[in-house]
């Protein structure tokens, strides 16, 4: 019923920057908030950034004054600007959207692929 799409991953040098955008489509009307989760191999998933529909947004420590995530209600979309990127960043960054109403329920997106390059 919700479906999310990312875009944007790629190759980076340590230093640069990507941003990653998710398009969220189908029955959003009661979505709670928004965010970005990366997992990377044989790690957990592990908190990136969300952002609440009251524009209200949290980080992991590993990304604060590094990340930022923001919102365009009008087009349904969410994105997360990566800057001064390390290998450490390197993941399959998931677009996450989260529903309180009627139920709680999280949906993910595909992934997409980020790699920092040292």
């Known amino acids: 019923q919700v479906q999310l799409v990312e875009s944007g991953g790629g190759l980076v040098q340590a230093g640069g920057s990507l941003r990653l955008s998710c398009a969220a489509s189908g029955s959003i009307f009661s979505i709670n908030a928004m965010g970005w989760y990366r997992q990377a191999p044989g790690k957990q998933r592990e908190l990136v950034a969300t952002?609440?529909?009251?524009?209200?947004?949290n980080y992991g420590d590993s990304v604060k004054g590094r990340f930022t995530i923001s919102r365009d209600n009008a087009k349904n979309m969410v994105y997360l600007q990566m800057n001064s990127l390390k290998p450490e960043d390197t993941a399959v960054y998931y677009c996450?959207?989260?529903?309180?109403?009627?139920?709680?329920?999280?949906?993910w997106g595909q992934g997409t692929q980020v790699t920092v390059s040292s």
């Open positions: 996450n959207a989260n529903f309180e109403v009627p139920l709680q329920y999280d949906y």
């Open positions: 952002i609440t529909s009251g524009g209200s947004t």
